[in-house]
């Protein structure tokens, strides 16, 4: 969803896009890699994800004052509720973008159905406790909210529910989410349009049309064969 938006932004903007080598990326961190940022000049280092991995790894190329602004400006947007992620280049570049997170059209009606059916339900996100809340009030029906989590955090998470003899239905679309989709009794991914490769290949369930409202309908239909069987 963020590769989404700040694309969608830079198309708008009218940005063009540049190629980059060596091209990594740090589960749960970011993203790092070269890149050629004016034409014929050298690769330069390039970063995008959270402050703290920015500021881990921009060692050297970023001033005292700019690592106070990036701070100062990170801690305003988590404190509006807002998720943040920063891009900074070896040669002393450096912006934030701010996100703000809109639930599912259709999340508070599927929520309310999983809840009538008699599941508990419950979020695991990698945003900020301000950021998740403000999704979970707007949705309703959230039993339990786990936030700031790690891919790896999730992952475990998901193994001690499932450890508890409980069938764990866990809904994801994106890289960091693959690791828990792979691991829960059932994993859904939203869609092949907006869902990373990752969390596709390792769902168990493809929902096409993007709907959450799908997922119970598969469900129910799930438990009607079940019972003909």
Do not use: C
């Not at 999730?154 to 499932?162: E, G, V, W």
Request: charged share 25%.
């Amino acid at each position: 969803p963020i590769a989404s938006a700040v694309l969608a932004e830079a198309e708008r903007a009218q940005i063009e896009a540049v190629a980059v080598s060596d091209f990594k990326s740090v589960a749960g961190q970011g993203l790092e890699a070269f890149a050629e940022l004016e034409l014929g000049s050298a690769l330069v280092g390039v970063r995008f994800g959270r402050v703290s991995f920015l500021r881990a790894r921009s060692t050297g190329s970023l001033s005292t004052k700019q690592l106070a602004w990036l701070d100062a400006r990170s801690e305003l947007a988590t404190e509006n509720g807002e998720s943040v992620a920063a891009y900074a280049s070896d040669r002393g570049d450096l912006a934030l973008f701010r996100f703000v997170d809109e639930p599912r059209e259709d999340a508070r009606f599927a929520m309310d159905s999983f809840k009538q059916l008699g599941f508990e339900t419950g979020v695991l996100t990698g945003d900020r406790l301000a950021n998740a809340k403000l999704v979970v009030n707007a949705i309703g029906s959230i039993d339990s909210l786990w936030a700031d989590l790690k891919p790896e955090e999730k992952l475990a998470m998901i193994r001690s529910m499932s450890e508890d003899d409980r069938s764990v239905l866990y809904v994801g679309d994106g890289i960091n989410d693959a690791p828990a989709l792979a691991a829960a009794t059932a994993g859904a991914s939203m869609g092949l349009s907006g869902a990373s490769a990752s969390a596709v290949h390792a769902a168990d369930i493809v929902i096409m049309r993007q709907r959450l409202l799908d997922l119970e309908w598969f469900y129910r239909k799930s438990v009607a064969t079940q019972n003909i069987v």
